[in-house]
């Protein structure tokens, strides 16, 4: 009974690389989320994706990343360019659909990017 | 927009004792509020959820919160400790309403280290 599914857990990259996250939901969950975790800070929302979709991107920079949520496969985010503000934990949930699971996410590990 | 301030950035405890963890909210519409728990390296788990009714939410490891409205708070409580419970606890809000049913605004944390 898989959770979510992050991969890879731990990312090294030199600035000016790029990075590429995944994410697999839990079976059966349709919406998934993309949070970002600075140091000393909590979670901040990123975007929304629906498969096919991107629902709502409002905390995304507009510069740089992006992210989809393909009709086969994960989620991924991908960071263009990498500048050494980037490092931070970026962590995936995902969600059943509907109004019963309104704030019920289910997060996997996180991926814990570190530029250099 | 909503935020969400934790009045206390680290709470240490002995086992046993009872704990409280400081939640206020701040918003111009009315909330739906969560309680999630963070262990070491690990995702964030849901903990206990407030859409409405009875203002005293109970959840699970033997935690539980009340909503105030009139204080805007939300308050963990749990009366007695263990070892186990040590991790880093976040409070959260959405706004009700909308659509975005995972996009959470996060509080920045509190860290609860159980003595024993």
């Known amino acids: 009974n898989a959770g979510v599914m992050q991969n890879p857990r731990h990312l090294v990259r030199r600035r000016g690389q790029e990075a590429r996250l995944r994410c697999s939901p839990m079976?059966?969950?349709?919406?998934v989320y993309w949070y970002r975790q600075l140091p000393e800070e909590g979670l901040k929302f990123m975007v929304y994706l629906q498969k096919e979709n991107i629902i709502d991107e409002s905390g995304m920079p507009k510069e740089r990343f992006s992210a989809e949520f393909p009709k086969e496969g994960p989620s991924i985010l991908r960071i263009q360019q990498v500048v050494r503000g980037d490092s931070a934990a970026y962590f995936c949930a995902s969600s059943p659909a509907g109004t019963a699971a309104i704030g019920e996410l289910f997060f996997g590990e996180g991926s814990r990017l570190t530029v250099l | 927009a909503q935020s969400v301030t934790q009045l206390d950035s680290q709470v240490p405890v002995f086992e046993e004792a009872p704990v409280e963890l400081r939640c206020n909210y701040s918003s111009s519409v009315s909330v739906y509020l969560f309680w999630y728990v963070q262990y070491p390296n690990q995702g964030l788990q849901l903990l206990l959820k407030?859409?409405?009714?009875?203002?005293l939410v109970k959840g699970i490891n033997g935690f539980e919160a009340e909503f105030n409205k009139s204080q805007t708070s939300f308050h963990l409580r749990k009366p007695s400790v263990h070892i186990s419970d040590t991790a880093e606890y976040f409070c959260a809000v959405i706004g009700a309403g909308g659509t975005s049913y995972g996009k959470l605004t996060f509080g920045q944390g509190t860290i609860l280290t159980v003595h024993p």
């Open positions: 407030y859409l409405s009714g009875s203002t």
């Open positions: 079976k059966g969950h349709s919406h």
